[in-house]
């Protein structure tokens, strides 16, 4: 199997977890902290766990600018739901930092 094979591979791979497990929660947290609600540890579990997968990203979309876009949004709302995440777990304990 040739590497650009096994990139192709990889990215479909992504792009299939992507669509399948990765947004579809990332929505339902972005509905959570939209509500005001706090994230749980199994939240946040998840958000390092996708930050840590995304080492490799940037490799990937300079060899496949055609993924930028996707990823730039995807980086917009991940950024939405732990900024917004952060704000509400503020308030929840008063304000505070």
């Not at 766990?49 to 996707?70: N, Q, R, S, W």
């Not at 709302?77 to 777990?89: A, P, S, V």
């Amino acid at each position: 199997m040739s590497e650009s094979s096994k990139e192709l591979g990889m990215i479909q791979a992504l792009l299939d977890r992507l669509s399948t497990q990765r947004l579809p929660y990332a929505l339902e947290l972005k509905d959570k902290v939209d509500r005001g609600e706090r994230l749980s540890e199994y939240d946040t579990d998840f958000l390092k766990k996708v930050l840590e997968e995304a080492t490799e990203i940037p490799k990937l979309v300079a060899k496949h600018p055609e993924l930028e876009t996707l990823v730039g949004r995807l980086v917009g709302l991940y950024g939405d739901i732990t900024r917004k995440g952060l704000e509400n777990e503020r308030s929840a304990r008063g304000g505070g930092a």
